[in-house]
């Protein structure tokens, strides 16, 4: 199993920035996913940005450009950089990890962009 933490979320006018992050429980090398998910009121939960065992990242068209997600190995940690908000942006953020079959998600975190 492997727990993740997301300790911060934020508030920001739209065009601005802001850096999320997520701390397993496990070196990141051995989890299979962590993955950066988001959920707005009224919709359903969506894969924003996700970074595999290997340093491979994937995207959702709508951040493209915009989001980048890195790792700190040493750390275990993942931090997702978020630039040039939109308000469409607002949402929940979950931190999501997946190892050998199972997944944990972390409690969530608010960002809300005002434009």
């Known amino acids: 199993q492997v727990l993740v933490v997301e300790p911060w979320g934020g508030s920001v006018q739209a065009g601005g920035t802001l850096r999320l992050s997520c701390a397993a429980s496990?070196?990141?090398?051995?989890?299979?996913?962590m993955g950066w998910y988001r959920q707005a009121p009224g919709k359903e939960r969506e894969l924003v940005a996700s970074?595999?065992?290997?340093?491979?990242?994937n995207y959702a068209d709508s951040v493209k450009g915009r989001f980048t997600i890195s790792r700190d190995v040493a750390k275990n940690t993942v931090f997702p950089q978020m630039n040039t908000l939109k308000p469409e942006d607002t949402a929940v953020y979950y931190c999501?990890?997946?190892?050998?079959?199972?997944?944990?998600w972390g409690q969530g975190t608010q960002v809300t962009v005002s434009s």
């Open positions: 970074v595999s065992s290997g340093g491979i990242t």
């Open positions: 496990r070196i990141l090398s051995s989890i299979n996913t």
């Open positions: 999501r990890s997946y190892y050998r079959g199972y997944e944990n």
